[in-house]
Protein backbone atom coordinates (compact mmCIF):
# COMPACT_ATOMS: atom_id res chain seq x y z
CA UNK A 1 0.00 0.00 0.00
CA UNK A 2 1.72 3.41 -1.07
CA UNK A 3 2.78 5.67 2.02
CA UNK A 4 1.09 9.02 3.16
CA UNK A 5 2.52 12.05 0.51
CA UNK A 6 4.75 14.43 2.95
CA UNK A 7 5.25 18.15 1.29
CA UNK A 8 7.75 20.45 2.08
CA UNK A 9 6.40 24.11 3.04
CA UNK A 10 7.05 26.68 4.92
CA UNK A 11 6.04 27.21 8.43
CA UNK A 12 3.93 30.86 8.93
CA UNK A 13 2.03 29.58 12.06
CA UNK A 14 2.51 26.58 14.19
CA UNK A 15 0.86 23.81 14.91
CA UNK A 16 -0.54 21.03 13.80
CA UNK A 17 -3.94 20.27 12.29
CA UNK A 18 -5.90 17.65 10.85
CA UNK A 19 -9.48 17.73 8.64
CA UNK A 20 -10.83 17.26 5.05
CA UNK A 21 -9.73 19.31 2.50
CA UNK A 22 -11.58 22.74 0.91
CA UNK A 23 -10.49 23.23 -2.21
CA UNK A 24 -10.84 27.31 -2.81
CA UNK A 25 -10.75 26.72 -6.40
CA UNK A 26 -13.94 24.29 -6.35
CA UNK A 27 -17.22 26.24 -7.82
CA UNK A 28 -19.33 28.05 -5.64
CA UNK A 29 -22.22 28.84 -7.94
CA UNK A 30 -24.94 30.68 -6.09
CA UNK A 31 -28.32 28.70 -6.91
CA UNK A 32 -31.16 29.44 -9.02
CA UNK A 33 -32.98 30.74 -5.75
CA UNK A 34 -29.93 32.73 -4.55
CA UNK A 35 -28.64 34.60 -8.50
CA UNK A 36 -29.87 37.85 -9.27
CA UNK A 37 -32.29 38.02 -12.31
CA UNK A 38 -29.95 39.27 -14.94
CA UNK A 39 -32.90 40.83 -16.75
CA UNK A 40 -33.53 43.24 -13.88
CA UNK A 41 -32.30 46.59 -14.55
CA UNK A 42 -29.66 47.92 -12.63
CA UNK A 43 -28.42 44.10 -11.36
CA UNK A 44 -25.26 44.74 -13.51
CA UNK A 45 -25.72 48.02 -14.77
CA UNK A 46 -23.10 51.30 -14.76
CA UNK A 47 -21.48 53.32 -12.45
CA UNK A 48 -24.32 53.53 -9.78
CA UNK A 49 -24.28 49.62 -9.38
CA UNK A 50 -20.36 49.74 -8.95
CA UNK A 51 -20.83 52.51 -6.39
CA UNK A 52 -23.48 50.41 -4.64
CA UNK A 53 -21.75 47.62 -4.36
CA UNK A 54 -18.32 49.44 -2.53
CA UNK A 55 -21.15 50.53 0.13
CA UNK A 56 -22.09 47.04 0.47
CA UNK A 57 -18.77 45.55 0.58
CA UNK A 58 -17.84 48.32 3.07
CA UNK A 59 -20.71 47.60 5.08
CA UNK A 60 -19.83 44.26 5.43
CA UNK A 61 -16.21 44.74 6.28
CA UNK A 62 -17.83 46.99 8.89
CA UNK A 63 -19.97 44.39 10.16
CA UNK A 64 -17.20 41.68 10.34
CA UNK A 65 -14.97 44.68 12.58
CA UNK A 66 -17.59 44.23 14.95
CA UNK A 67 -15.99 43.00 18.24
CA UNK A 68 -12.81 42.46 16.40
CA UNK A 69 -9.55 42.38 18.30
CA UNK A 70 -6.94 45.42 17.02
CA UNK A 71 -4.73 43.34 14.90
CA UNK A 72 -7.91 42.25 12.82
CA UNK A 73 -9.40 45.77 13.05
CA UNK A 74 -6.52 47.14 11.43
CA UNK A 75 -6.82 45.31 8.55
CA UNK A 76 -10.13 45.94 8.02
CA UNK A 77 -9.87 49.56 8.03
CA UNK A 78 -6.70 49.30 5.56
CA UNK A 79 -9.33 46.88 2.78
CA UNK A 80 -11.72 50.41 3.69
CA UNK A 81 -9.99 52.51 3.19
CA UNK A 82 -8.70 51.21 -0.45
CA UNK A 83 -12.41 50.61 -1.17
CA UNK A 84 -13.09 54.47 -0.26
CA UNK A 85 -9.78 55.90 -2.39
CA UNK A 86 -11.67 57.57 -5.11
CA UNK A 87 -8.54 56.76 -7.92
CA UNK A 88 -10.33 53.42 -7.90
CA UNK A 89 -13.31 54.22 -8.79
CA UNK A 90 -11.85 56.99 -11.44
CA UNK A 91 -9.64 54.80 -13.09
CA UNK A 92 -12.71 51.70 -13.19
CA UNK A 93 -15.33 54.86 -14.63
CA UNK A 94 -12.18 55.64 -17.14
CA UNK A 95 -12.24 52.15 -18.59
CA UNK A 96 -16.27 52.24 -18.57
CA UNK A 97 -15.85 55.20 -20.53
CA UNK A 98 -14.39 53.30 -22.73
CA UNK A 99 -17.12 51.40 -23.55
CA UNK A 100 -16.20 48.23 -21.03
CA UNK A 101 -18.81 47.24 -18.74
CA UNK A 102 -18.69 47.77 -15.52
CA UNK A 103 -17.73 44.23 -14.17
CA UNK A 104 -14.90 44.15 -16.65
CA UNK A 105 -13.55 47.52 -15.68
CA UNK A 106 -13.51 46.78 -12.11
CA UNK A 107 -11.18 43.61 -12.60
CA UNK A 108 -9.04 45.14 -15.04
CA UNK A 109 -8.82 48.09 -12.71
CA UNK A 110 -8.08 45.64 -9.30
CA UNK A 111 -6.04 43.54 -11.69
CA UNK A 112 -3.38 46.22 -12.50
CA UNK A 113 -3.10 46.62 -8.98
CA UNK A 114 -2.11 43.53 -7.84
CA UNK A 115 0.21 42.78 -10.86
CA UNK A 116 2.08 45.59 -9.28
CA UNK A 117 2.23 44.14 -6.13
CA UNK A 118 2.96 40.91 -7.13
CA UNK A 119 6.04 41.96 -9.24
CA UNK A 120 7.62 44.37 -6.06
CA UNK A 121 10.79 43.52 -4.91
CA UNK A 122 9.88 43.63 -0.80
CA UNK A 123 8.20 40.68 0.13
CA UNK A 124 5.85 42.79 2.50
CA UNK A 125 4.92 44.28 -1.00
CA UNK A 126 3.93 41.21 -2.82
CA UNK A 127 1.99 39.93 0.42
CA UNK A 128 -0.34 42.83 -0.16
CA UNK A 129 -1.65 41.28 -2.96
CA UNK A 130 -4.27 39.24 -1.73
CA UNK A 131 -5.64 42.00 0.45
CA UNK A 132 -6.82 43.32 -2.86
CA UNK A 133 -7.73 40.22 -4.29
CA UNK A 134 -9.90 40.40 -1.20
CA UNK A 135 -11.40 43.97 -2.13
CA UNK A 136 -11.43 42.72 -5.75
CA UNK A 137 -13.99 39.65 -4.88
CA UNK A 138 -15.83 41.52 -2.39
CA UNK A 139 -16.98 44.06 -4.82
CA UNK A 140 -17.74 41.13 -7.37
CA UNK A 141 -19.77 39.50 -5.30
CA UNK A 142 -21.79 42.59 -4.30
CA UNK A 143 -22.55 43.38 -7.81
CA UNK A 144 -23.28 39.69 -8.84
CA UNK A 145 -25.36 39.95 -5.63
CA UNK A 146 -23.40 36.60 -4.56
CA UNK A 147 -21.05 36.79 -1.98
CA UNK A 148 -18.38 34.30 -1.31
CA UNK A 149 -19.65 31.32 1.18
CA UNK A 150 -18.04 29.95 4.23
CA UNK A 151 -16.07 27.08 4.16
CA UNK A 152 -17.14 23.90 6.90
CA UNK A 153 -15.92 24.07 10.15
CA UNK A 154 -12.34 21.71 10.77
CA UNK A 155 -11.74 21.75 7.41
CA UNK A 156 -8.38 22.30 6.21
CA UNK A 157 -8.17 25.52 3.37
CA UNK A 158 -6.19 24.51 0.59
CA UNK A 159 -5.74 27.00 -2.06
CA UNK A 160 -3.11 29.52 -3.80
CA UNK A 161 -3.93 31.86 -1.10
CA UNK A 162 -6.61 32.94 1.35
CA UNK A 163 -8.20 36.54 1.87
CA UNK A 164 -7.55 38.15 5.33
CA UNK A 165 -11.73 38.68 5.41
CA UNK A 166 -12.12 35.13 4.30
CA UNK A 167 -9.79 33.90 7.45
CA UNK A 168 -11.91 36.59 9.70
CA UNK A 169 -15.16 35.50 8.70
CA UNK A 170 -14.90 31.58 9.75
CA UNK A 171 -15.14 30.17 12.74
CA UNK A 172 -11.58 28.32 13.49
CA UNK A 173 -13.11 26.83 17.24
CA UNK A 174 -13.84 23.83 15.65
CA UNK A 175 -10.30 23.36 14.24
CA UNK A 176 -8.93 23.04 10.48
CA UNK A 177 -5.53 24.68 9.22
CA UNK A 178 -4.73 26.71 6.18
CA UNK A 179 -2.30 25.09 3.47
CA UNK A 180 -1.35 27.26 0.67
CA UNK A 181 0.19 26.61 -3.02
CA UNK A 182 1.70 30.28 -2.69
CA UNK A 183 0.95 32.29 -0.12
CA UNK A 184 3.26 34.43 2.52
CA UNK A 185 4.94 34.47 5.86
CA UNK A 186 4.55 38.27 5.88
CA UNK A 187 1.02 38.04 4.84
CA UNK A 188 -2.31 39.88 6.88
CA UNK A 189 -3.36 35.80 6.81
CA UNK A 190 -0.42 34.48 8.11
CA UNK A 191 -0.15 37.39 11.13
CA UNK A 192 -3.70 36.52 11.53
CA UNK A 193 -3.16 32.89 11.58
CA UNK A 194 -0.68 32.77 14.54
CA UNK A 195 -2.58 35.30 16.54
CA UNK A 196 -5.43 33.22 16.49
CA UNK A 197 -3.47 30.15 17.10
CA UNK A 198 -4.12 28.02 13.26
CA UNK A 199 -1.67 25.85 12.30
CA UNK A 200 -0.52 27.26 8.53
CA UNK A 201 2.22 26.38 5.92
CA UNK A 202 2.94 28.34 2.63
CA UNK A 203 4.41 27.72 -0.20
CA UNK A 204 3.68 24.08 -0.87
CA UNK A 205 3.74 24.01 -4.47
CA UNK A 206 0.07 23.27 -6.27
CA UNK A 207 -0.45 19.49 -5.46
CA UNK A 208 -3.33 17.10 -5.76
CA UNK A 209 -6.34 16.66 -3.79
CA UNK A 210 -10.27 16.23 -3.70
CA UNK A 211 -12.33 18.27 -1.76
CA UNK A 212 -12.87 16.30 1.37
CA UNK A 213 -9.97 14.24 1.33
CA UNK A 214 -7.97 14.23 4.65
CA UNK A 215 -5.06 16.57 4.83
CA UNK A 216 -2.80 17.26 7.75
CA UNK A 217 -1.02 20.17 8.20
CA UNK A 218 2.63 20.45 10.17
CA UNK A 219 3.06 24.36 11.31
CA UNK A 220 5.65 22.98 13.17
CA UNK A 221 8.00 21.39 11.06
CA UNK A 222 6.50 23.21 7.61
CA UNK A 223 5.07 20.44 6.14
CA UNK A 224 1.63 19.02 4.26
CA UNK A 225 1.01 15.09 4.71
CA UNK A 226 -1.69 14.22 2.28
CA UNK A 227 -3.56 10.87 1.68
CA UNK A 228 -1.89 8.20 -0.40
CA UNK A 229 -1.99 8.73 -3.74
CA UNK A 230 -1.42 11.98 -3.53
CA UNK A 231 1.13 14.30 -5.61
CA UNK A 232 3.13 17.33 -6.40
CA UNK A 233 1.63 18.65 -9.72
CA UNK A 234 4.45 19.99 -11.51
CA UNK A 235 4.81 23.44 -13.24
CA UNK A 236 4.02 22.87 -16.81
CA UNK A 237 4.05 24.77 -19.54
CA UNK A 238 5.12 23.29 -22.52
CA UNK A 239 2.31 22.91 -25.27
CA UNK A 240 0.98 19.61 -25.28
CA UNK A 241 -0.15 16.93 -28.51
CA UNK A 242 -3.31 18.21 -30.14
CA UNK A 243 -6.46 15.60 -28.34
CA UNK A 244 -7.66 14.84 -31.87
CA UNK A 245 -4.78 12.22 -32.97
CA UNK A 246 -6.29 9.15 -33.03
CA UNK A 247 -5.78 6.58 -29.85
CA UNK A 248 -7.38 3.22 -30.02
CA UNK A 249 -6.80 1.60 -27.03
CA UNK A 250 -8.07 -1.85 -25.60
CA UNK A 251 -12.51 -1.30 -25.88
CA UNK A 252 -11.70 -0.64 -28.95
CA UNK A 253 -14.12 0.91 -31.61
CA UNK A 254 -13.98 -0.50 -35.20
CA UNK A 255 -15.87 -0.55 -38.25
CA UNK A 256 -17.05 -3.95 -39.56
CA UNK A 257 -13.91 -3.63 -41.92
CA UNK A 258 -11.40 -3.09 -39.57
CA UNK A 259 -10.81 0.94 -39.44
CA UNK A 260 -10.57 2.41 -35.60
CA UNK A 261 -12.84 5.01 -34.59
CA UNK A 262 -13.15 7.57 -31.49
CA UNK A 263 -16.30 8.33 -30.41
CA UNK A 264 -16.97 11.35 -27.94
CA UNK A 265 -19.34 12.82 -26.13
CA UNK A 266 -20.54 16.13 -26.28
CA UNK A 267 -21.24 17.53 -22.46
CA UNK A 268 -23.53 20.87 -22.61
CA UNK A 269 -24.25 21.82 -19.01
CA UNK A 270 -21.68 21.37 -16.19
CA UNK A 271 -24.41 18.76 -14.73
CA UNK A 272 -22.92 16.02 -17.21
CA UNK A 273 -19.47 16.49 -15.43
CA UNK A 274 -19.70 14.30 -13.28
CA UNK A 275 -22.02 11.36 -15.80
CA UNK A 276 -18.64 11.39 -17.95
CA UNK A 277 -18.97 7.78 -19.31
CA UNK A 278 -15.38 5.92 -19.25
CA UNK A 279 -16.24 4.12 -22.13
CA UNK A 280 -15.93 6.97 -24.28
CA UNK A 281 -12.85 8.85 -25.84
CA UNK A 282 -13.69 11.79 -23.72
CA UNK A 283 -14.94 14.98 -24.93
CA UNK A 284 -14.55 15.81 -28.19
CA UNK A 285 -16.64 19.41 -27.58
CA UNK A 286 -17.92 21.20 -24.32
CA UNK A 287 -19.66 24.16 -25.04
CA UNK A 288 -18.56 26.78 -21.57
CA UNK A 289 -21.21 29.42 -22.59
CA UNK A 290 -23.60 26.87 -20.85
CA UNK A 291 -22.01 27.51 -17.58
CA UNK A 292 -21.44 31.05 -18.31
CA UNK A 293 -24.92 32.83 -18.03
CA UNK A 294 -24.14 36.18 -16.91
CA UNK A 295 -21.35 38.99 -17.54
CA UNK A 296 -20.68 38.11 -13.60
CA UNK A 297 -19.87 34.42 -14.32
CA UNK A 298 -17.73 35.51 -17.71
CA UNK A 299 -15.27 37.93 -15.37
CA UNK A 300 -14.96 35.14 -12.97
CA UNK A 301 -11.86 33.58 -13.51
CA UNK A 302 -12.10 31.23 -10.79
CA UNK A 303 -15.28 30.10 -11.26
CA UNK A 304 -14.50 28.87 -14.94
CA UNK A 305 -11.26 27.52 -13.87
CA UNK A 306 -13.12 25.35 -11.35
CA UNK A 307 -15.52 24.01 -14.04
CA UNK A 308 -13.40 23.34 -16.20
CA UNK A 309 -10.64 21.56 -13.67
CA UNK A 310 -13.35 19.32 -12.84
CA UNK A 311 -14.10 18.07 -16.40
CA UNK A 312 -10.87 17.41 -16.84
CA UNK A 313 -9.80 15.26 -13.40
CA UNK A 314 -13.42 13.40 -14.46
CA UNK A 315 -12.07 12.52 -17.62
CA UNK A 316 -8.60 11.30 -15.95
CA UNK A 317 -6.31 10.67 -19.04
CA UNK A 318 -8.99 10.86 -21.66
CA UNK A 319 -9.10 14.22 -24.03
CA UNK A 320 -11.37 17.10 -23.32
CA UNK A 321 -12.00 19.65 -25.99
CA UNK A 322 -13.13 22.90 -24.64
CA UNK A 323 -14.86 25.47 -26.88
CA UNK A 324 -14.69 29.22 -25.86
CA UNK A 325 -17.62 31.34 -25.43
CA UNK A 326 -19.82 31.51 -28.69
CA UNK A 327 -21.76 34.12 -27.29
CA UNK A 328 -23.38 36.81 -29.51
CA UNK A 329 -26.13 37.06 -32.14
CA UNK A 330 -28.71 34.55 -31.11
CA UNK A 331 -27.04 33.61 -27.88
CA UNK A 332 -26.94 36.84 -25.73
CA UNK A 333 -25.18 37.10 -22.57
CA UNK A 334 -27.08 38.77 -19.58
CA UNK A 335 -25.24 41.72 -18.88
CA UNK A 336 -24.29 42.73 -22.59
CA UNK A 337 -27.32 42.97 -24.79
CA UNK A 338 -27.84 46.29 -24.19
CA UNK A 339 -24.08 47.54 -24.64
CA UNK A 340 -24.36 49.46 -28.26
CA UNK A 341 -20.84 48.06 -29.76
CA UNK A 342 -22.81 44.69 -29.83
CA UNK A 343 -25.40 45.83 -32.36
CA UNK A 344 -25.93 44.72 -34.80
CA UNK A 345 -24.40 41.55 -33.42
CA UNK A 346 -20.55 39.50 -33.25
CA UNK A 347 -21.04 36.23 -32.32
CA UNK A 348 -18.04 33.39 -31.65
CA UNK A 349 -14.24 34.36 -31.76
CA UNK A 350 -15.89 38.14 -33.35
CA UNK A 351 -17.12 38.96 -30.25
CA UNK A 352 -14.11 37.87 -28.26
CA UNK A 353 -11.68 39.45 -29.98
CA UNK A 354 -13.96 42.64 -30.07
CA UNK A 355 -14.36 42.70 -26.09
CA UNK A 356 -10.46 40.68 -25.52
CA UNK A 357 -11.87 41.57 -21.70
CA UNK A 358 -13.92 38.79 -22.22
CA UNK A 359 -11.66 35.91 -23.99
CA UNK A 360 -9.10 37.31 -21.32
CA UNK A 361 -10.42 35.86 -18.36
CA UNK A 362 -11.96 32.78 -19.84
CA UNK A 363 -7.70 32.30 -21.45
CA UNK A 364 -6.11 32.63 -18.11
CA UNK A 365 -8.65 30.25 -16.72
CA UNK A 366 -7.90 27.57 -19.44
CA UNK A 367 -4.25 28.08 -19.26
CA UNK A 368 -4.16 27.13 -15.72
CA UNK A 369 -7.19 24.23 -16.49
CA UNK A 370 -4.65 22.50 -18.44
CA UNK A 371 -2.30 21.41 -15.98
CA UNK A 372 -5.26 19.12 -14.80
CA UNK A 373 -5.87 17.04 -18.01
CA UNK A 374 -5.74 16.33 -21.99
CA UNK A 375 -6.64 19.91 -22.76
CA UNK A 376 -7.60 21.05 -26.41
CA UNK A 377 -9.31 24.42 -26.75
CA UNK A 378 -11.53 25.09 -29.84
CA UNK A 379 -12.61 28.36 -31.25
CA UNK A 380 -16.07 29.02 -32.47
CA UNK A 381 -17.09 30.54 -35.56
CA UNK A 382 -13.69 31.41 -36.76
CA UNK A 383 -13.83 32.66 -40.51
CA UNK A 384 -10.51 33.56 -41.40
CA UNK A 385 -7.15 32.45 -40.47
CA UNK A 386 -6.03 35.69 -38.69
CA UNK A 387 -8.84 35.30 -36.14
CA UNK A 388 -6.52 32.27 -34.63
CA UNK A 389 -3.30 34.04 -35.11
CA UNK A 390 -4.76 37.07 -32.86
CA UNK A 391 -6.66 34.35 -30.16
CA UNK A 392 -3.21 32.42 -30.21
CA UNK A 393 -1.31 35.48 -29.63
CA UNK A 394 -3.90 36.45 -26.53
CA UNK A 395 -3.28 33.18 -24.92
CA UNK A 396 0.65 34.15 -25.02
CA UNK A 397 0.24 37.21 -23.56
CA UNK A 398 -1.94 35.81 -20.84
CA UNK A 399 0.50 32.31 -20.47
CA UNK A 400 3.56 35.45 -19.64
CA UNK A 401 1.59 37.05 -16.96
CA UNK A 402 0.61 33.94 -15.49
CA UNK A 403 4.50 33.06 -15.47
CA UNK A 404 5.48 36.49 -13.95
CA UNK A 405 2.60 35.18 -10.90
CA UNK A 406 4.01 31.81 -10.43
CA UNK A 407 0.56 30.65 -11.26
CA UNK A 408 0.87 27.01 -13.05
CA UNK A 409 -0.11 26.95 -16.57
CA UNK A 410 0.31 25.13 -19.95
CA UNK A 411 -0.97 26.09 -23.33
CA UNK A 412 -3.25 23.92 -24.87
CA UNK A 413 -3.23 23.19 -28.92
CA UNK A 414 -5.57 25.62 -30.45
CA UNK A 415 -8.28 24.42 -33.09
CA UNK A 416 -11.50 25.69 -34.43
CA UNK A 417 -14.53 25.29 -35.13
CA UNK A 418 -15.42 24.23 -38.58
CA UNK A 419 -19.43 25.36 -39.11
CA UNK A 420 -18.40 28.89 -41.78
CA UNK A 421 -18.59 27.65 -45.86
CA UNK A 422 -16.49 30.47 -46.62
CA UNK A 423 -13.51 28.93 -43.71
CA UNK A 424 -14.64 25.12 -44.88
CA UNK A 425 -13.76 25.64 -48.41
CA UNK A 426 -10.26 27.24 -47.26
CA UNK A 427 -9.24 24.74 -44.70
CA UNK A 428 -5.71 24.50 -46.19
CA UNK A 429 -4.80 28.41 -45.28
CA UNK A 430 -5.17 27.75 -41.51
CA UNK A 431 -1.47 26.75 -41.13
CA UNK A 432 -1.98 27.91 -37.20
CA UNK A 433 -4.97 25.88 -36.13
CA UNK A 434 -3.91 22.46 -34.24
CA UNK A 435 -6.95 20.91 -35.58
CA UNK A 436 -10.52 21.07 -36.65
CA UNK A 437 -14.05 20.08 -36.09
CA UNK A 438 -16.99 20.20 -37.81
CA UNK A 439 -20.06 21.77 -36.59
CA UNK A 440 -23.13 20.94 -38.76
CA UNK A 441 -25.67 22.77 -37.15
CA UNK A 442 -24.27 26.40 -38.09
CA UNK A 443 -22.79 24.83 -41.32
CA UNK A 444 -25.68 24.03 -42.71
CA UNK A 445 -27.71 26.96 -41.86
CA UNK A 446 -25.39 29.29 -43.52
CA UNK A 447 -24.89 27.24 -46.57
CA UNK A 448 -28.97 27.01 -47.18
CA UNK A 449 -29.30 30.93 -45.98
CA UNK A 450 -31.85 29.66 -43.37
CA UNK A 451 -32.59 30.97 -40.11
CA UNK A 452 -31.84 28.72 -36.72
CA UNK A 453 -35.65 27.80 -36.36
CA UNK A 454 -35.93 27.27 -40.49
CA UNK A 455 -33.50 25.04 -40.64
CA UNK A 456 -34.48 22.61 -37.83
CA UNK A 457 -37.19 22.53 -39.95
CA UNK A 458 -35.32 21.89 -43.29
CA UNK A 459 -31.85 19.86 -41.87
CA UNK A 460 -32.72 16.58 -44.30
CA UNK A 461 -32.91 19.16 -47.66
CA UNK A 462 -29.04 20.91 -46.24
CA UNK A 463 -28.03 17.42 -45.49
CA UNK A 464 -26.86 16.22 -48.83
CA UNK A 465 -24.81 19.99 -49.51
CA UNK A 466 -23.49 19.69 -46.10
CA UNK A 467 -21.97 16.21 -46.34
CA UNK A 468 -20.38 17.73 -49.86
CA UNK A 469 -18.90 20.53 -48.53
CA UNK A 470 -17.34 18.13 -45.79
CA UNK A 471 -15.81 15.41 -47.84
CA UNK A 472 -14.03 18.60 -49.85
CA UNK A 473 -13.38 20.13 -46.75
CA UNK A 474 -11.61 17.07 -45.10
CA UNK A 475 -9.47 16.88 -48.32
CA UNK A 476 -7.83 20.37 -46.95
CA UNK A 477 -6.85 19.56 -43.46
CA UNK A 478 -3.55 18.21 -44.60
CA UNK A 479 -3.18 15.35 -42.15
CA UNK A 480 -4.62 17.66 -39.26
CA UNK A 481 -6.58 15.48 -36.89
CA UNK A 482 -10.25 16.16 -37.72
CA UNK A 483 -13.84 15.31 -35.72
CA UNK A 484 -17.25 16.17 -36.02
CA UNK A 485 -19.52 17.22 -33.29
CA UNK A 486 -22.80 18.81 -34.53
CA UNK A 487 -25.65 17.59 -34.55
CA UNK A 488 -25.56 15.35 -38.14
CA UNK A 489 -22.50 13.39 -35.87
CA UNK A 490 -25.40 12.07 -33.95
CA UNK A 491 -27.74 11.15 -36.32
CA UNK A 492 -27.40 7.61 -37.87
CA UNK A 493 -28.91 8.18 -41.44
CA UNK A 494 -26.00 10.70 -42.37
CA UNK A 495 -23.46 8.26 -41.20
CA UNK A 496 -22.18 6.65 -44.28
CA UNK A 497 -21.97 9.95 -45.80
CA UNK A 498 -19.75 11.56 -42.76
CA UNK A 499 -17.85 7.80 -43.10
CA UNK A 500 -17.24 8.82 -46.59
CA UNK A 501 -16.19 12.05 -46.61
CA UNK A 502 -13.33 10.83 -44.03
CA UNK A 503 -14.33 11.58 -40.57
CA UNK A 504 -13.19 9.42 -38.09
CA UNK A 505 -13.65 10.93 -35.15
CA UNK A 506 -17.21 11.44 -33.81
CA UNK A 507 -18.08 13.65 -30.54
CA UNK A 508 -22.47 13.03 -30.06
CA UNK A 509 -24.43 14.25 -27.22
CA UNK A 510 -24.74 11.38 -24.07
CA UNK A 511 -28.04 9.82 -25.08
CA UNK A 512 -27.13 9.40 -28.75
CA UNK A 513 -23.71 7.54 -27.90
CA UNK A 514 -24.89 3.55 -28.31
CA UNK A 515 -26.92 4.58 -31.48
CA UNK A 516 -24.19 5.43 -32.88
CA UNK A 517 -21.82 3.26 -32.11
CA UNK A 518 -23.73 0.45 -33.20
CA UNK A 519 -24.44 1.79 -36.68
CA UNK A 520 -20.53 2.39 -36.97
CA UNK A 521 -20.09 -1.74 -36.37
CA UNK A 522 -22.28 -2.27 -39.33
CA UNK A 523 -20.78 0.06 -41.65
CA UNK A 524 -17.83 -0.19 -43.72
CA UNK A 525 -14.94 3.11 -43.40
CA UNK A 526 -16.24 3.89 -46.79
CA UNK A 527 -20.04 4.15 -45.59
CA UNK A 528 -21.77 0.87 -47.09
CA UNK A 529 -23.24 -1.81 -45.03
CA UNK A 530 -21.20 -4.81 -44.24
CA UNK A 531 -21.96 -7.92 -45.57
CA UNK A 532 -24.68 -9.48 -43.94
CA UNK A 533 -26.52 -6.16 -42.51
Known amino acids: MAEPLKLKAKSASPGIASGPAFLAEEPQAPSAAERPDAAAPGTIGGFGALEKAIDIS ?86 AGTPIADFPPGSVFVGKDMEPSRFLAHDWSKGGGIALFAGSTAGHVALLARTKSVPMVVGTGRFSAADGDPVSVDGNAGAVILKAGGMLIPPLASAQAPTGEMQIASGE ?36 EFSVTSIADAANEERQLAIYRRVLEQAGDRPVTIRMLDIGGDKPLAGLEDLPALSP ?86 GSAA ?99
Open 58 to 143: IGELEHLAEGADAESRDIIDFQIEVLRDPTIAEATGARMQGDENVVFAWVATLDAYIGELEAADEEQMRARAVDILDIKNRVLGAL
Open 253 to 288: LRTADGVPILLSININDPAEIDALDPATAGVGLMRS
Open 345 to 430: GPRGIRLLLARPEIARVQARALLRAAVFGRLSVMLPMVTFPDEIDRMRELFREEAEKLGRRALLHRMPPIGMMVEVPAAALMLDTF
Open 435 to 533: FFSFGTNDLAQYLAASTRDDIDADAGKAAPAVLRLIAQAVKLTVGKPVSICGDMAGNPSYLPGLLAAGLRHFSVAPAGRHAIRSAIIGLNADGTRAAGE
